[in-house]
């Protein structure tokens, strides 16, 4: 019998692979399996790849690294972490205000790949030890930018990777009625 800990690896490997097919020969990036937080490292040398690592083999963080990584452009993709802010958890109000405000668009992001991938889906407010955040309200927010990315169009990487997603997991074409805003954010 398969345990859920060898499954999952087995899916982590397989995205692992999936995304370096769609998008290693382009943009000479690979998805790296971290031991510890999150991290995105530009290349430092020509021949070296840039790296998306995401945190001790989840899903779910692979998803949501990749969903920041589709939303960074040329300029952002060549600094640590894009150069975005990040603080902690044990954030404030305002800085959790804060946090949530950039977290939206890849959230929102990370939840279609969630969709494409018939993965599960909870908003992150990652704030354990901080002021308590309102979760279902942030999972609206994102649901909102989610419908528009669906009447707009999502960024062209992430469409791309939406689509890899659908055709490995034979997941129908996004529509809203897959979105729940009450399911996300519980």
């Known amino acids: 019998?398969?345990?859920?800990?060898?499954?999952?690896?087995?899916c982590i490997d397989e995205l692992i692979a999936l995304f370096e097919q769609a998008f290693f020969a382009d943009h000479n990036?690979?998805?790296v399996k971290g031991d510890d937080e999150p991290l995105y490292l530009p290349a430092t040398k020509p021949c070296e790849p840039h790296q998306i690592i995401f945190a001790h083999g989840f899903f779910s963080?692979?998803?949501?690294?990749?969903?920041?990584w589709c939303l960074a452009g040329e300029q952002?993709?060549?600094?640590?972490?894009?150069?975005?802010?990040y603080c902690p958890d044990g954030r404030n109000e305002q800085q959790q205000q804060a946090f949530e405000q950039v977290e939206v668009?890849?959230?929102?992001?990370?939840?279609a790949f969630s969709v494409a991938s018939a993965h599960p889906f909870?908003?992150?407010t990652d704030n354990l030890d901080g002021v308590t955040p309102d979760r279902k309200a942030f999972a609206m927010r994102v649901f909102e930018q989610v419908t528009s990315y669906l009447q707009e169009g999502f960024p062209p990487r992430a469409q791309q990777f939406i689509n890899c997603l659908?055709?490995?997991?034979?997941?129908?074409p996004l529509t809203l009625?897959?979105?729940?805003?009450?399911?996300?954010?519980?």
């Open 1 to 10: 019998m398969v345990s859920a800990q060898q499954s999952d690896v087995h």
């Open 29 to 31: 990036t690979r998805l």
């Open 61 to 68: 963080s692979a998803l949501h690294e990749i969903a920041h």
């Open 76 to 85: 952002r993709r060549q600094q640590v972490d894009y150069g975005y802010w």
């Open 105 to 111: 668009k890849p959230q929102a992001i990370e939840w």
């Open 122 to 124: 909870r908003v992150s």
């Open 166 to 172: 659908s055709r490995r997991f034979h997941t129908a």
């Open 177 to 186: 009625k897959q979105f729940d805003p009450e399911v996300a954010g519980a």
